[in-house]
T-cell receptor, first 112, second 112 residues
Framework: RKEVEQDPGPFNVPEGATVAFNCTYS??????FFWYRQDCRKEPKLLMS???SGNEDGRFTAQLNRASQYISLLIRDSKLSDSATYLC?????????????FGSGTRLQVQP | NAGVTQTPKFQVLKTGQSMTLQCAQD?????MYWYRQDPGMGLRLIYY???????DKGEVPNGYNVSRLNKREFSLRLESAAPSQTSVYFC???????????FGSGTQLSVL
């Protein structure tokens, strides 16, 4: 089983829609969760950290569910500019490596 | 204040040639990383350096070597390039293993 798994998509949604992505992680002791955004052929950029209590940044809401071992990202009022690949990032605690692990990403396409 | 500077941006090699990818950061971060990204695979960790003077293998280290030259610089060397090493390479840094990552702009490498 992969350490971090994401639905690759693509998610095709109209402008103004609400869309949600989930990401599951394999080790219950994992710490430090992030969502990154990656535009085509560009470097990943931090979208938001994910805190245990959940957190919101404008139209974006991130949640952590430790019992079910997943994190989620909710995007409200989607904009054309939200079209990108969203990467889930986790610090696993069972690999012996002290480095963040990336999911394969979920592609979002917002359509006019 | 450049952040994370990665060179070169593009490189084409013939099988068996060698090259070094350079990464420098001016963020005074302790930890530095090399990832590769292939289509549909997400980012995979090649090597990392948790602090100056240390380096460790990541998920896919075979065929690569690294040098943490000082706190600012972390280079990745391909001694004998193979077509399987055709990929996009990203250098990244953070203050510590659990902290958010900052990325260089990437190197697109083709090995013919």
């Amino acid at each position: 089983r992969k350490e971090v798994e994401q639905d690759p998509g693509p998610f095709n949604v109209p402008e103004g829609a609400t869309v949600a992505f989930n990401c599951t992680y394999s080790n219950s002791a994992s710490q430090s969760f992030f969502w990154y955004r990656q535009d085509c052929r560009k470097e990943p950029k931090l979208l938001m950290s994910v805190y245990s209590s959940g957190n919101e940044d404008g139209r974006f809401t991130a949640q952590l569910n430790r019992a079910s071992q997943y994190i989620s990202l909710l995007i409200r009022d989607s904009k054309l500019s939200d079209s990108a690949t969203y990467l889930c990032v986790v610090m696993p605690m069972d690999t012996g490596r002290r480095a963040l692990t990336f999911g394969s990403g979920t592609r979002l396409q917002v359509q006019p | 204040n450049a952040g994370v500077t990665q060179t070169p941006k593009f490189q084409v090699l013939k099988t068996g040639q060698s090259m070094t990818l350079q990464c420098a950061q001016d963020m005074n971060h302790n930890s530095m990383y090399w990832y590769r990204q292939d289509p549909g695979m997400g980012l995979r960790l090649i090597y990392y350096s948790a602090s100056e003077g240390t380096t460790d293998k990541g998920e896919v280290p075979n065929g690569y070597n690294v040098s943490r030259l000082n706190k600012r610089e972390f280079s990745l060397r391909l001694e004998s390039a193979a077509p399987s090493q055709t990929s996009v390479y990203f250098c990244a840094t953070n203050r510590g293993p659990n902290e958010k990552l900052f990325f260089g702009s990437g190197t697109q490498l083709s090995v013919l």
